[in-house]
């Protein structure tokens, strides 16, 4: 049956979620179910809106159709960055979106997603399922009525799209950019002005002159939004965001009300989700930035000394909010030291072996 076949090959997801006894599932009695999911995300996002498809076919294949989740892009049930308040308010029984859209509610919400001169995806999965991250966040999201389980991870992005080049700090003073989270906050010290946009809105203000730059996710999503036809200069790397976790959220009520099998599949959706959605990104970047490229788009590195003066600002931004935010400071107690413990390792292993390789790889051509 379908749903046995989901249960014996979720991967990742089984591994993180643990497994289910079969009986429990094969039950005739469990109810049929429809739920209304909202996205942040419009449908030509084949990846992150397609990672919420996804998960409602997961779900709908392990229960035999009996639990369906309808899913919603961007504005159609609500605007792109309101999911949170659509799921807090029962509007809708869960949401994809990421976290950080919400910081103007607490900016605690950023290390879900993704924290400037943060952990990388690898290290971030790692601080969720083993370093304590995902209990920490849930505590966040439970006081906004809200159960969240990571269902995404873009992986690192880059620094977005400019319509001119960025050789300093002082390029960015008076400089309009779409970009998320708390690195607006960060920049804004150096003259930059941060715009919150959801990724369909991007494009119109960029082209209208409403925005100077900005950045989204990476190579596939940005060739499809077509910001290369009115910015020229591509940055790297996206330096607030090494990694970008993506998860889905519930109402608490809707969540609780669940069987505890239908629990279950959900959390085991979402893992197998996580890691589809980076295995997708992975393999598509790298073709999509050829394109790019070949179409007339110009990479550029960020300024390394620019970037040297971001990191320094940035954890001192860190230790003001810590002062200042009791939430923020219980969740940046247990980040920051497993971040340093990560970097440790990180270098001697996997730096050592990616900084060989690629460097020969270069070499070579």
């Not at 643990?18 to 009986?23: I, K, L, S, W």
């Not at 001169?117 to 290290?123: D, E, K, V």
């Not at 920051?336 to 270069?362: C, H, I, M, T």
Request: charged share 20%; net charge neutral.
């Amino acid at each position: 049956m379908k749903r046995r076949a989901f249960l014996t090959s979720a991967g990742v997801g089984l591994a993180a979620a643990g497994t289910v006894a079969a009986p429990a599932i094969a039950q005739s009695s469990q109810p049929e179910i429809k739920w209304r999911m909202a996205s942040s995300y419009p449908k030509s996002l084949d990846t992150i809106y397609g990672a919420a498809e996804f998960i409602a076919k997961r779900v709908s294949d392990a229960t035999d159709g009996k639990f369906q989740i309808r899913t919603f892009a961007a504005g159609e049930i609500v605007p792109a960055l309101q999911v949170l308040d659509a799921v807090q308010n029962g509007t809708v029984e869960c949401g994809q979106s990421a976290a950080y859209f919400y910081v103007g509610k607490d900016p605690t919400f950023c290390f879900d997603t993704a924290m400037p001169f943060g952990l990388n995806t690898r290290q971030h999965i790692a601080w969720m399922m083993h370093g304590g991250g995902l209990e920490l966040m849930r505590e966040v999201f439970k006081d906004y009525n809200i159960h969240h389980i990571p269902a995404g991870n873009t992986g690192a992005q880059m620094g977005g799209w400019f319509r001119k080049e960025i050789k300093s700090l002082d390029d960015l003073k008076g400089l309009k950019m779409r970009i998320g989270g708390l690195v607006g906050q960060i920049l804004t010290p150096f003259g930059l002005v941060p715009q919150q946009l959801g990724g369909g809105d991007i494009y119109p203000a960029l082209e209208r002159g409403t925005i100077d730059a900005a950045e989204f996710v990476g190579p596939y999503d940005d060739e499809k939004l077509g910001f290369h036809k009115v910015a020229k200069y591509y940055y790297y790397p996206g330096w607030w965001e090494g990694s970008a976790q993506i998860p889905l959220m519930f109402n608490m009520q809707a969540w609780e009300s669940l069987p505890k099998s239908y629990q279950t599949i959900l959390e085991q959706a979402c893992w197998e989700a996580n890691s589809w959605m980076i295995a997708k990104y992975d393999t598509l970047n790298a073709s999509a930035l050829k394109r790019l490229v070949g179409a007339g788009a110009v990479l550029r590195p960020f300024p390394r000394d620019m970037m040297q003066a971001c990191e320094k600002a940035a954890f001192e931004f860190y230790d003001k909010l810590a002062a200042s935010n009791p939430r923020f400071k219980k969740v940046y107690d247990g980040w920051k030291p497993f971040l340093e413990q990560e970097r440790l390792w990180f270098r001697v292993a996997e730096n050592g072996f990616d900084s060989f390789v690629y460097s020969q790889a270069a070499q070579q051509k």
